[in-house]
């Protein structure tokens, strides 16, 4: 029996070991297949397909959308500089835009948006088709010349809806206690631990934040369709569009059609015969034939991205690492070779010391060469207190920005595991204060004055900085401060952006200000060998599996749990998890 049981184990072994070989000769097989030339045809379409999830940067992926897999993400940079190719690319003809429930936030869809606009410049045309479009993706579609819409589909147009979570009944329920501090009425990320409804002053400044979003999302379908932005205002706030006739009717898209009668249109436009096959190139296939074409310019503005939640130490997926980025931000300062940095930031914020560690890294090099904040879906918090130390902050008008507060939060799990789990502790120490950060215990008054004298203190430092960053009193600045967030449009109102615009806007204020004609743009920090990152991706994916798999329903509680313990310490981080809809 004992014999029997070490040959399955072996045998066992062995399948996995072959599978995961097989794994890794397939993806090294792959990679090396996906750096052969990749040729264009003339009279070609470029075709975006643009419903997954988009990031700044893309990771390059050979198993995405096998085997069942998520597709994998977008990265915006990249996007951008293939439409910005085919713009002058005399293969492509045109660009046939497909998207219905786009992952991202509406500065990136500006981004995208802009884009498009640029490529139709040259007198190139875009065409966008889609059976059904959420708000973002009608958005981003009226960029194109024609919009068209299948007659059984539909577009969302009903406005933006903004919602917050609580869990001070479920603290209740458990005998968990928050204990909170924090400086600024408008701080409000701890408000889902201490309330069960927002604050008057988190419902004032999520309205006006909707609002001046929407309010320039109108603007810019008003300018697209040639419909007055208060008429469309009308449409949304009593949701007259509710089929895809009614979407015709009021002049949202310029024509219901199926997928075919697309296509028979696109032949017209390419002069190419009945039932001829459309050369339609894929994004990724494009990108890859621009990097082969790619030659580098001797002189180099430097991109540090900065994508996630702020923490200390290594940067990863969703994670901007304090540590991780100061490195890329002082490699790009002492490398001769780079005359200007970009800091792309899109981060809601996070702990304080790692936001202040990178804010450190910015001012050195603001100090030698210029360098330039450009700000996307988020900049808030950690995040602006990442961009304060440039020279210039370019910011969308929806991005969502600002956020100068500081807040702390412990739990205090006592009652919870005494009178549920039947768990008690006890202690001895050598002074009056105690272990500060515990969930064992309630702290004590003196340790609850530690820490509101810590956050206060903090505040300071933060409010000084960006006073010193804007050039302006610490006083004003404080008056746009106290955690209040702001869209792009109202910061620059206030002083804290410098500049309305996008990407490229950062770029060319980068290159103007080192005195560049002739550069390369390059992202920092540069994507790791595929095999590294599928073995990431492998170990992560399984973990997650198992998890989903042994908690059920209950693995969003323990997601909460793992963004809770997040949130322990000082914190330079957005007032709410904002999902904009």
Do not use: C
């Not at 995961?20 to 045809?41: N, Y």
């Not at 001046?212 to 603007?219: A, D, G, T």
């Not at 430092?461 to 006083?475: C, I, L, S, V």
């Not at 991706?537 to 509680?557: A, P, S």
């Amino acid at each position: 029996m004992n014999f029997l049981k070490t040959f399955l184990a072996s045998f066992l072994a062995l399948v996995v070991f072959a599978g995961v070989s097989f794994f890794i000769m397939l993806a090294i097989l792959m990679a090396v297949g996906s750096e052969e030339k990749v040729v264009i045809a003339s009279n070609s379409v470029l075709q975006l397909k643009l419903d997954a999830q988009i990031t700044e940067q893309e990771v390059d992926n050979p198993f995405a959308g096998m085997f069942g897999s998520d597709a994998q993400p977008i990265g915006l940079l990249k996007l951008k500089g293939a439409i910005r190719h085919a713009k002058s690319d005399p293969k492509i003809k045109g660009i046939f835009l497909n998207v219905s429930y786009p992952m991202a936030g509406f500065s990136t869809i500006e981004e995208i948006r802009e884009s498009l606009l640029d490529f139709r410049e040259s007198g190139k045309w875009v065409v966008a088709y889609s059976d059904v479009m959420s708000e973002s993706a009608y958005y981003l579609a009226t960029a194109a010349d024609k919009v068209y819409l299948n007659p059984e589909g539909e577009i969302e147009f009903n406005g933006l809806t903004a919602e917050v979570t609580f869990f001070k009944k479920m603290f209740d329920k458990l005998e968990v206690k928050p204990e909170i501090f924090r400086v600024g009425d408008f701080k409000s990320a701890v408000e889902p631990f201490m309330l069960e409804k927002m604050s008057n002053e988190n419902r004032l400044q999520l309205s006006e934040l909707l609002n001046s979003i929407y309010n320039q999302v109108l603007k810019g379908i008003s300018e697209a369709r040639g419909i007055p932005a208060d008429k469309l205002r009308d449409i949304s706030d009593n949701m007259l569009v509710r089929n895809a006739s009614l979407a015709a009717e009021y002049g949202l898209v310029d024509k219901l059609v199926y997928y075919d009668e697309v296509l028979d249109e696109l032949r017209e436009r390419l002069a190419l015969e009945e039932n001829a096959r459309i050369k339609f190139v894929a994004r990724k296939k494009y990108i890859k034939s621009i990097q082969v074409n790619k030659q580098a310019a001797a002189e180099e503005v430097a991109v540090i991205v900065a994508d996630g939640t702020i923490m200390p130490g290594k940067s990863s997926d969703g994670v901007i690492g304090g540590a991780s980025t100061s490195e890329e931000i002082r490699k790009a300062r002492l490398n001769k070779k780079v005359k200007a940095i970009v800091i792309r930031i899109n981060s809601p914020g996070g702990a304080f010391q790692a936001s202040d560690e990178m804010w450190r890294e910015v001012k050195l090099a603001s100090e030698v060469k210029p360098v330039i904040a450009s700000m996307s879906d988020y900049a808030a918090s950690g995040g602006y207190y990442l961009a304060m130390a440039a020279d210039t902050i370019v910011a969308q008008p929806h991005t969502i920005t600002g956020s100068i507060g500081i807040f702390s939060v412990l739990f205090d799990a006592s009652s919870f595991l005494g009178n549920k789990l039947g768990i008690t502790f006890d202690e001895v120490n050598t002074g009056k204060y105690g272990e500060l950060i515990t969930i064992s215990r309630p702290l004590t008054q003196a340790e609850k004055n530690v820490w509101q004298t810590k956050t206060e203190a903090i505040y300071e430092t933060f409010t000084g900085k960006a006073a010193e960053g804007r050039g302006m009193p610490k006083d004003e600045l404080k008056k746009v401060a106290s955690g209040r967030v702001w869209t792009g449009e109202q910061a620059k109102q206030r002083g804290l952006v410098d500049i309305l615009g996008g990407y490229n806007d950062a770029i060319n204020i980068a290159a103007q200000a080192a005195g560049l004609e002739n550069y390369t743009v390059k992202e920092y920090p540069v994507q790791k060998p595929f095999i590294e990152q599928f073995m990431e991706q492998l170990t992560d994916k399984t973990r997650t599996n198992t998890l989903k798999k042994e908690l059920g329903e209950q693995y969003y509680l323990y997601r909460q749990g793992i963004k809770l313990k997040e949130l322990y310490g000082v914190q330079a981080r957005m007032p709410f998890e904002l999902s904009i809809q």
